[in-house]
Nanobody, 121 residues
Framework: QVRLVESGGGVVQPGGSLRLSCAAS????????IGWFRQAPGKEREGVSCISIRDTTTYSQDSVKGRFAISRDSTKNAVYLQMKRLKPEDTAVYYCATGAECTGPSTMHYWGSGTLVAVSS
């Protein structure tokens, strides 16, 4: 049974950092495309970052480049999203998802339930 469980969200001040974790079970993270997506209140779900089967990393939003970093640990069967210099516009529910390719939310087959990140002073 495929399962994805996110953790690490919370409330942080602008400029702060958080590290999100996604614990996977039922499959091996190194054998799939796996990534992070987010959905802000009143907005559509959007891609944040993804790692492909070939270990290619992509960052879907120019606004997170240089601030966010995705990583995959096959020994722990987990994926992480290190977020630095957080901004209020990063506030959203962050989801971990997996699929065959890093081509967007519609191509992801399995989703976690999300973890809330709130950036506020």
């Amino acid at each position: 049974q495929v399962r994805l469980v996110e953790s690490g969200g919370g409330v942080v001040q602008p400029g702060g950092s958080l590290r999100l974790s996604c614990a996977a079970s039922g499959f091996a993270v190194e054998h799939v495309a796996i990534g992070w997506f987010r959905q802000a209140p009143g907005k559509e779900r959007e891609g944040v970052s993804c790692i492909s089967i070939r270990d290619t990393t992509t960052y879907s939003q120019d606004s997170v480049k240089g601030r966010f970093a995705i990583s995959r640990d096959s020994t722990k069967n987990a994926v992480y999203l290190q977020m630095k210099r957080l901004k209020p516009e990063d506030t959203a529910v962050y989801y971990c998802a997996t699929g065959a390719e890093c081509t967007g939310p519609s191509t992801m087959h399995y989703w976690g339930s999300g973890t809330l990140v709130a950036v506020s002073s």
